[in-house]
């Protein structure tokens, strides 16, 4: 693909070469700084000064001043010009023969006495750029001689040439270039380097020589350009490897050079370009009767026989941003990074950048988003370029001013899009996706709120799910740029998680509230409710101002921000009797805050037991005044009092007495409460002749003497035993038929059913006299094995004392057969200080301890045991 590197610009004209002359024809160019030297076929040498002159729209041109020429007399083609500008000399190739012509006045330098200046039968000769002689007042060069096969070094000095080395060659060569000890040559039918000083050599490829000149051409350290056969450019370095690819350039390729980073090739009647990077052919120029083609200096000059022009490259970043202009990315940056060894490293850099980011914005107007992406990335774009090609995304305060000149043709979105919709949401996406990317790295550096900004608005406008985590992380969107947006999707929600996030968490409550009212419309959270009730489970400050709000919309759920709240350091708990003054007015939150208090998290408070119980009788009673009446209700809640009443010991039940007396539907509470101030006779009273409950009866003795002893337990099961076999109350005694004997046969059942918690005798002394034993057969089996299990376990008891008592007299006798020794360094087991005197107690197993410590332990012991292993011998 072809590109603009190079401009073809006249350097000196056929008029100033030859004027009426016509016959003159240019054999070769030698060009040093501005002096422009050329050997013409009437052996003649012509000296130009060229200048370049820039016009006022940046275009070069140059102006040639010829200032001599000089005749050599040897009749013949100036074949070979090479300057020697340390020397001031030029070497000179004429009929045969190198010489040395001063620079200035073209004049033929004389040998030196005992030296010679002149070389002769030679066919061709190169100059080695690369010296490995240190005297920089010295010239090295390689010689082809026309009857030899071989190749000579010469040191060329001011006024004399000295052969230094010879190296043969296997065949004659006809072109050579030297670098450092390096030789690449061609000979008669192949290329080969060749070390002349140690004389080791590399055949490369071999060529055809007829009716074809061959092209040796150094263009870098150790490494040289070459015609190979097939029309190509081969590189070839010192260790005769090809480091590049070759360039494909004409089969009648008369003269090659390279201006990094191309390959300038001339033949009959073009002068080709490659690209040393690609190896593509980027430019062709016509040029006719061509016929040599030099680079000096980075300045490659062209001739014809008639004139001299000098192939002029166009600025690299002109060639770049022509590619670029093409939307031929690839080539441009190709030519970027080719170019970096000849660019100042922070001149480099910056153009490198400033190429990838102009090549992400190709790749996104073509909606190449991934390869856009990648090119932004690597160019380190300031993001801001990009936001500004979307219309109001940047913040109206943000400083930002696009690059110049600019990165892109795109005055906006819309002019990118061409007015199609489908571009302009997928060009949105993409921005989503970037920043969404970038936000968090170097690349958000200093505009991190314009990019915030930019993020929330356009999540606002596709109504993309990460808005919220966007809001709810750490952020730095604008509130005066983001609150017209949000308010213009209906983004309600959204705009109080702003809110909260600049820490303004009032007017965020406030938005989240009318909400919920209804009075502003937002899908966003169906559960907005439960959320704000979570809010302000974790506020302090907000929660006496809005949980009235809460409360009245719904108690259940609204009694949460005080039963709910988080522990941790930075957050106060309330004050619970704060809570509850606070809650009077909202009775079922009061309710339910008891209960949390109560229930959950235990508080010992008599004032909230007796609260909450005041409650739930309140509660039952209204239940029960109703018309008709609840039953489930009435049940449940019955249920919750009940519970409490027998769960908790810290209300005040007289006080709750006093308030169910003369509620004959109550009597199960009422007994309970009896039961909690140890009045058990009333309670059974109420159980048995009220209720006739007595399975709860039963179930209350077995309550009540919970976390008790088993005689408390056996005195309540005797009390409920008398109330049944006492029988109806006074004035009550026939006051249900056969009621007496519903008592007896509940007493028979209690007996059978808990015979192991009564005292047998006491039971059979106050049993009726008529009663058949065939009834208590149950409750006698059980008293009997009760009877006979508790002997046997004394005896066992007493066997085990017996055993221990003997195994304690063993290891007392064991102990009196050996001294006890007590010394002021040993310590008492028991206190652990040291012995005083000699007067102590042994302990089984043979330790001393002092007699005063096992007296106190004595003392203390609830079984008063007196020890009887003591001992005083020492």
Same mark, same amino acid.
């Given at each position: 693909?072809?590109?603009? $590197?190079?401009?073809?610009?006249?350097?000196?004209?056929?008029?100033?070469?030859? !004027?009426?002359?016509?016959?003159?024809?240019?054999?070769?160019?030698?060009?040093?700084?501005?002096?422009?030297?050329?050997?013409?076929?009437?052996?003649?040498?012509?000296?130009?000064?060229?200048?370049?002159?820039?016009?006022?729209?940046?275009?070069?041109?140059?102006?040639?001043?010829?200032?001599?020429?000089?005749?050599?007399?040897?009749?013949?083609?100036?074949?070979?010009?090479?300057?020697?500008?340390?020397?001031?000399?030029?070497?000179?190739?004429?009929?045969?023969? #190198?010489?040395?012509?001063?620079?200035?006045?073209?004049?033929?330098?004389?040998?030196?006495?005992?030296?010679?200046?002149?070389?002769?039968?030679?066919?061709?000769?190169?100059?080695?750029?690369?010296?490995?002689?240190?005297?920089?007042?010295?010239?090295?060069?390689?010689?082809?001689?026309?009857?030899?096969?071989?190749?000579?070094?010469?040191?060329?000095?001011? &006024?004399?040439?000295?052969?230094?080395?010879?190296?043969?060659?296997?065949?004659?060569?006809?072109?050579?270039?030297?670098?450092?000890?390096?030789?690449?040559?061609?000979?008669?039918?192949?290329?080969?380097?060749?070390?002349?000083?140690?004389?080791? %050599?590399?055949?490369?490829?071999?060529?055809?020589?007829?009716?074809?000149?061959?092209?040796?051409?150094?263009?870098?350290?150790?490494?040289?350009?070459?015609?190979?056969?097939?029309?190509?450019?081969?590189?070839?370095?010192?260790?005769?490897?090809?480091?590049?690819?070759?360039?494909?350039?004409?089969?009648?390729?008369?003269?090659?050079?390279?201006?990094?980073?191309?390959?300038?090739?001339? +033949?009959?009647?073009?002068?080709?370009?490659?690209?040393?990077?690609?190896?593509?052919?980027?430019?062709?120029?016509?040029?006719?009767?061509?016929?040599?083609?030099?680079?000096?200096?980075?300045?490659?000059?062209?001739? %014809?026989?008639? =004139?001299?022009?000098?192939?002029?490259?166009?600025?690299?970043?002109?060639?770049?941003?022509?590619?670029?202009?093409?939307?031929?990315?690839?080539?441009?940056?190709?030519?970027?990074?080719?170019?970096?060894?000849?660019?100042?490293?922070?001149?480099?850099?910056?153009?490198?950048?400033?190429?990838?980011?102009? $090549?992400?914005?190709?790749?996104?107007? *073509?909606?190449?988003?991934?390869?856009?992406?990648?090119?932004?990335?690597?160019?380190?774009?300031?993001?801001?370029?990009?936001?500004?090609?979307?219309?109001?995304?940047?913040?109206?305060?943000?400083?930002?001013?696009?690059?110049?000149?600019?990165?892109?043709?795109?005055? +906006?979105?819309?002019?990118?899009?061409?007015?199609?919709?489908?571009?302009?949401?997928?060009?949105?996406?993409?921005?989503?996706?970037?920043?969404?990317?970038?936000?968090?790295?170097?690349?958000?550096?200093?505009?991190?709120?314009?990019?915030?900004?930019?993020?929330?608005?356009?999540?606002?406008?596709?109504?993309?799910?990460?808005?919220? &985590?966007?809001? =709810?992380?750490?952020?730095?969107?604008?509130?005066?740029?983001?609150?017209?947006?949000?308010?213009?999707?209906?983004?309600?929600?959204?705009?109080?998680?702003?809110?909260?996030?600049?820490?303004?968490?009032?007017?965020?409550?406030?938005?989240?509230?009318?909400?919920?009212?209804? +009075?502003?419309?937002?899908?966003?959270?169906?559960?907005?409710?439960?959320?704000?009730?979570?809010?302000?489970?974790?506020?302090?400050?907000?929660?006496?101002?809005?949980?009235?709000?809460?409360?009245?919309?719904?108690?259940?759920?609204?009694?949460?921000?005080?039963?709910?709240?988080?522990?941790?350091?930075?957050?106060?708990?309330?004050?619970?009797?704060?809570?509850?003054?606070?809650?009077?007015?909202?009775?079922?939150?009061?309710?339910?805050?008891?209960?949390?208090? #109560?229930?959950?998290?235990?508080?010992?408070?008599?004032?909230?037991?007796?609260?909450?119980?005041?409650?739930?009788?309140?509660?039952?009673?209204?239940?029960?005044?109703?018309?008709?009446?609840?039953?489930?209700?009435?049940?449940?809640?019955?249920?919750?009092?009940?519970?409490?009443?027998?769960?908790?010991?810290?209300?005040?039940?007289?006080?709750?007495?006093?308030?169910?007396?003369?509620?004959?539907?109550?009597?199960?509470?009422?007994?309970?409460?009896?039961?909690?101030?140890?009045?058990?006779?009333?309670?059974?009273?109420?159980?048995?002749?009220?209720?006739? &409950?007595?399975? %709860? =009866?039963?179930?209350?003795?077995?309550?009540?003497?919970?976390?008790? +002893?088993?005689?408390?337990?056996?005195?309540?099961?005797?009390?409920?035993?008398?109330?049944?076999?006492?029988?109806?109350?006074?004035?009550? $005694?026939?006051?249900?038929?056969?009621?007496?004997?519903?008592?007896?046969?509940?007493?028979?059942?209690?007996?059978?059913?808990?015979?192991?918690?009564?005292?047998?005798?006491? #039971?059979?002394?106050?049993?009726?006299?008529?009663?058949?034993?065939?009834?208590?057969?149950?409750?006698?089996?059980?008293?009997?094995?009760?009877?006979?299990? !508790?002997?046997?376990?004394?005896?066992?008891?007493?066997?085990?004392?017996?055993?221990?008592?003997? *195994?304690?007299?063993?290891?007392?006798?064991?102990?009196?057969?050996?001294?006890?020794?007590?010394?002021?360094?040993?310590?008492?087991?028991?206190?652990?200080?040291?012995?005083?005197?000699?007067?102590? #107690?042994?302990?089984?197993? !043979?330790?001393?301890?002092?007699?005063?410590?096992?007296?106190?332990?004595?003392?203390? %012991?609830?079984?008063?045991?007196?020890?009887?292993?003591?001992?005083?011998?020492?």
């Amino acid at each position: 693909m072809s590109v603009k $590197a190079f401009e073809l610009v006249p350097a000196v004209e056929r008029d100033l070469l030859m !004027g009426d002359k016509a016959r003159i024809n240019i054999e070769c160019i030698e060009c040093c700084g501005k002096h422009l030297y050329m050997g013409t076929n009437d052996c003649f040498i012509h000296h130009f000064l060229l200048d370049e002159v820039t016009s006022s729209k940046g275009k070069l041109s140059y102006s040639a001043q010829k200032l001599l020429h000089k005749y050599l007399g040897l009749k013949k083609p100036v074949a070979e010009l090479r300057a020697a500008s340390a020397l001031e000399r030029l070497i000179v190739l004429c009929d045969g023969m #190198v010489f040395l012509v001063d620079m200035v006045t073209l004049e033929t330098v004389p040998s030196a006495a005992g030296g010679g200046a002149k070389i002769r039968g030679v066919t061709a000769f190169c100059i080695n750029e690369n010296p490995v002689n240190g005297d920089p007042f010295c010239v090295e060069m390689g010689v082809l001689s026309s009857k030899r096969r071989m190749v000579q070094i010469y040191m060329v000095y001011e &006024d004399r040439v000295q052969l230094v080395k010879e190296v043969s060659t296997p065949e004659q060569p006809c072109a050579v270039s030297v670098d450092g000890y390096f030789l690449c040559l061609a000979l008669a039918t192949q290329y080969m380097i060749l070390n002349y000083n140690t004389g080791a %050599s590399q055949d490369l490829f071999p060529y055809n020589s007829e009716g074809r000149r061959p092209i040796v051409k150094r263009i870098g350290r150790e490494e040289f350009l070459l015609a190979a056969p097939g029309g190509l450019g081969m590189f070839a370095n010192a260790e005769g490897v090809s480091q590049r690819a070759p360039v494909n350039w004409s089969e009648s390729v008369i003269g090659a050079a390279v201006c990094f980073p191309y390959v300038v090739a001339l +033949d009959e009647s073009f002068i080709t370009i490659h690209s040393m990077l690609d190896q593509q052919l980027k430019q062709t120029l016509s040029f006719r009767d061509g016929h040599i083609l030099q680079d000096f200096e980075g300045k490659v000059i062209l001739a %014809s026989t008639k =004139a001299v022009y000098v192939l002029v490259p166009l600025p690299l970043e002109r060639q770049i941003q022509d590619l670029l202009a093409s939307h031929r990315v690839e080539e441009a940056l190709v030519l970027t990074e080719g170019a970096q060894q000849n660019i100042p490293k922070d001149k480099f850099q910056i153009l490198h950048k400033r190429i990838l980011q102009q $090549a992400g914005f190709i790749q996104f107007g *073509q909606l190449q988003f991934l390869e856009a992406k990648e090119y932004f990335r690597k160019g380190q774009l300031d993001v801001r370029e990009l936001i500004s090609l979307y219309p109001l995304l940047l913040p109206a305060s943000s400083s930002f001013t696009r690059c110049h000149p600019p990165l892109h043709e795109f005055a +906006d979105l819309n002019h990118l899009a061409q007015g199609d919709q489908e571009t302009v949401l997928r060009c949105k996406k993409f921005l989503i996706t970037y920043l969404g990317e970038v936000r968090s790295t170097e690349a958000a550096n200093g505009c991190r709120e314009d990019v915030d900004t930019a993020l929330l608005k356009l999540y606002a406008e596709q109504d993309h799910d990460s808005l919220l &985590d966007l809001l =709810a992380s750490d952020n730095a969107c604008l509130l005066a740029d983001s609150v017209p947006w949000l308010e213009k999707y209906q983004k309600y929600f959204a705009l109080g998680l702003l809110y909260r996030s600049n820490g303004q968490d009032s007017a965020a409550l406030e938005l989240w509230i009318r909400v919920a009212d209804g +009075d502003l419309q937002d899908s966003t959270r169906s559960d907005l409710y439960e959320y704000i009730v979570d809010f302000l489970c974790s506020s302090l400050d907000l929660v006496w101002k809005y949980a009235d709000w809460a409360l009245r919309k719904d108690p259940a759920m609204g009694v949460h921000i005080f039963t709910k709240r988080p522990a941790m350091k930075e957050l106060p708990e309330l004050n619970p009797d704060d809570v509850i003054s606070y809650l009077g007015k909202h009775s079922q939150a009061l309710l339910l805050y008891l209960e949390h208090l #109560v229930l959950e998290r235990r508080i010992q408070k008599e004032k909230v037991h007796t609260h909450l119980a005041v409650l739930y009788l309140e509660e039952v009673l209204s239940l029960l005044s109703q018309s008709p009446a609840d039953e489930e209700q009435i049940s449940r809640a019955r249920e919750k009092l009940q519970s409490l009443l027998r769960e908790s010991n810290l209300y005040r039940a007289p006080f709750l007495l006093g308030k169910m007396e003369n509620c004959e539907q109550l009597l199960l509470e009422r007994a309970t409460l009896h039961g909690k101030l140890e009045e058990h006779d009333k309670a059974l009273h109420i159980l048995v002749h009220k209720l006739r &409950d007595f399975p %709860s =009866a039963e179930a209350f003795c077995i309550w009540a003497s919970s976390c008790r +002893d088993s005689a408390y337990q056996q005195q309540l099961f005797h009390l409920l035993l008398g109330v049944y076999l006492d029988g109806n109350p006074p004035g009550k $005694a026939q006051a249900a038929a056969g009621g007496g004997g519903d008592l007896e046969m509940a007493a028979v059942d209690l007996l059978n059913r808990h015979g192991e918690v009564f005292d047998a005798v006491r #039971v059979l002394r106050v049993l009726p006299e008529g009663w058949s034993l065939q009834l208590l057969r149950p409750f006698l089996g059980r008293a009997i094995r009760a009877s006979i299990h !508790g002997c046997r376990t004394s005896q066992i008891a007493l066997g085990l004392a017996h055993s221990e008592n003997l *195994q304690l007299l063993h290891d007392r006798l064991k102990d009196r057969k050996k001294p006890i020794f007590v010394s002021e360094k040993k310590g008492c087991h028991l206190c652990h200080n040291t012995f005083s005197e000699p007067d102590v #107690v042994c302990l089984p197993g !043979g330790v001393p301890v002092h007699t005063h410590c096992v007296a106190q332990r004595v003392r203390d %012991s609830p079984t008063k045991r007196q020890l009887t292993n003591s001992s005083n011998h020492t």
